[in-house]
């Protein structure tokens, strides 16, 4: 099983790199567009800023080859929110992947979410095995309007895409590697997909 961890500058590359190792997996950090197509699995990671994240993507021209990607590609938190069609946070237009916009909490609220929050409304095979609603652990300020492709919610403020699915992309706000066994669970089942 051959993993690749796309690297672009953003992310926090080392839990999830501890998350697969706990699962007998060497995912490989790499910015190698063959590598990374060759991959039976890809995780777009990312923490940091939209606009920055995505000008980092296009120095290297992953923005070209994430796309056309055709084996599971799974985005965690920035990663998943690049996917999407425009992000508020530097006014920054995403892949496209998602058909929906990325905004920011309202001042209601304290931002970012840190901590732990609940998942509900799953319908994917990548929450097999999960109680219906899971904890999972999140940090983040903006977050995925709720469309056609959610496949898990959650409530902050508003009920959000925390979960999307379309083809053969997965996106999750939250840290699935950092969200104990359920989140383990995750990854499990991201890699049997």
């Known amino acids: 099983m051959k993993v690749a961890i796309i690297d672009y500058g ?20 790499t910015k190698d567009k063959d590598l990374i197509s060759a991959a039976d699995k890809v995780i777009f990671p990312g923490v940091g800023e939209a606009s920055s994240a995505m000008n980092m993507l296009k120095k290297s021209k992953l923005n070209d080859l994430i796309p056309n990607l055709k084996q599971p590609v799974l985005g965690i938190c920035l990663g998943m929110q690049l ?12 892949l496209g992947i ?5 905004k920011r909490f309202s001042k209601r609220v304290k931002v970012p979410q840190m901590g732990w929050n609940t998942i509900t409304n799953l319908k994917s095979e990548l929450f097999k095995g999960l109680n219906t609603s899971p904890y999972m652990y999140s940090v983040h300020s903006f977050y995925a309007e709720c469309c056609n492709e959610m496949i898990a919610s959650t409530h902050y403020d508003i009920s959000y895409a925390s979960a999307l699915q379309k083809d053969n992309f997965y996106g999750v706000q939250f840290h699935p590697e950092k969200s104990s066994t359920a989140g383990e669970q995750i990854l499990k089942n991201f890699i049997a997909l």
């Open 98 to 102: 998602f058909n929906t916009k990325i």
């Open 10 to 29: 953003a992310g926090n590359i080392k839990s999830i790199q501890f998350a697969f190792a706990r699962l007998d997996i060497n995912a490989i950090l």
């Open 83 to 94: 996917m999407c069609e425009y992000t508020e946070e530097g006014n920054t237009k995403g």
